[in-house]
């Protein structure tokens, strides 16, 4: 039985679900600032310790898994105090904000390769992004071409009103675009090599917010693939992820109104209708579950294996880089 720490109260009590559906798993100790947080998980979890400081959950010596869930500008040090005590990590988006950090995760990983990582891409789980890479696999699309992600978050409110604003730095590309970003790499078992980027703060100006609250981003794989992905944080629109990808047999459209195929036809493209569902929120407790597989048998390969993570996070800081100085960047795979 894998003993697991928690840190963070808010995403996290949906991994305290996750981990305890799991029956090779049991959830020992939960961590938040948060004095009404604390209390709640008392409440509802009695058998569970409840602490304010993530130093009890990153040195305790029966755990096996601290799972960060914690603000994205505690990441990087609570990811880097678990590895050092030689945790298996289970972190939110992003793995951490900055270059030089994940540099420092890599190298622990490499000191010790028994050690599990995974992120909370939850994309990747969603039955109709599933049977888009099951077309991919299978040949059928042809040869891809181009792709789009559109990340509309439809939520001004937690940019600002709630703790993104108030951190020191915050990066729509790394809380926003990640997603999408993570998405079409996924799909196309493909990583690109170049990315250009521009961003704005139209729609949060006067508010007091700080950061890009929209980032337009272009990728250029090797294969001469092109993605471009949309982070639109400020947006007046459902929370929704717009996808497109084009194939020189069948196209596939995942827009607001529905999913479909574009498959050959005359003398226009035949639509057929996606029946996989969307967003199929109760398939996202398998990245967990997967995860721990990983470490129980390490045969098994977790739906985000660590590899991903890195690609993904690379992919991102070299788009982050490309929005500020404005030009194009190679990327540089950590």
Not at 246 to 269: Q, V, Y
Not at 281 to 290: A, D, L
Request: aromatic share 10%; charged share 25%; with cysteine.
């Amino acid at each position: 039985m894998l003993k697991v720490g928690i840190i963070g109260l808010g995403v996290g009590k949906k991994h305290i679900k996750a981990f305890h559906s799991h029956p090779g798993c049991k959830v020992a100790i939960v961590c938040d600032f948060s004095e009404e947080k604390r209390k709640e998980a008392g409440r509802e979890y009695p058998d569970m310790r409840v602490t304010r400081d993530a130093e009890d959950v990153l040195c305790d010596p029966e755990l096996d898994i601290v799972s960060v869930a914690s603000f994205d500008n505690y990441h990087y040090e609570h990811v880097l105090g678990a590895l050092e005590n030689n945790k298996h990590v289970f972190v939110e988006k992003p793995l951490c904000l900055f270059p030089h950090e994940a540099l420092s995760i890599r190298e622990l990983l490499n000191k010790n390769r028994n050690i599990r990582m995974s992120s909370n891409l939850t994309l990747r789980t969603c039955p109709r992004f599933v049977g888009l890479k099951d077309g991919v696999l299978s040949k059928e699309m042809g040869r891809l071409f181009y792709m789009e992600g559109d990340y509309f978050w439809g939520r001004i409110y937690k940019m600002t009103e709630g703790w993104r604003g108030k951190m020191e730095y915050y990066s729509i590309v790394l809380g926003a675009a990640i997603h999408m970003i993570d998405l079409l790499l996924w799909i196309s078992g493909q990583n690109p090599v170049e990315v250009q980027g521009y961003g704005n703060r139209i729609a949060t100006s006067g508010s007091g917010f700080r950061f890009n609250d929209f980032a337009s981003i272009l990728m250029r794989f090797k294969n001469g693939m092109v993605a471009k992905v949309c982070a639109n944080g400020g947006c007046v629109h459902p929370h929704f992820h717009r996808v497109s990808v084009f194939g020189t047999e069948r196209s596939f459209l995942h827009e607001i109104g529905g999913g479909m195929w574009m498959e050959p036809g005359s003398p226009e493209a035949k639509r057929v209708e996606v029946k996989e569902e969307y967003p199929g929120v109760e398939e996202r407790g398998r990245i967990i579950s997967t995860f721990v597989d990983s470490i129980l048998d390490k045969k098994a390969e977790a739906i985000v294996p660590t590899e991903d993570v890195f690609s993904t996070i690379s992919v991102c800081f070299a788009a982050e880089k490309a929005i500020q100085e404005q030009k194009p960047v190679k990327i540089e795979y950590i």
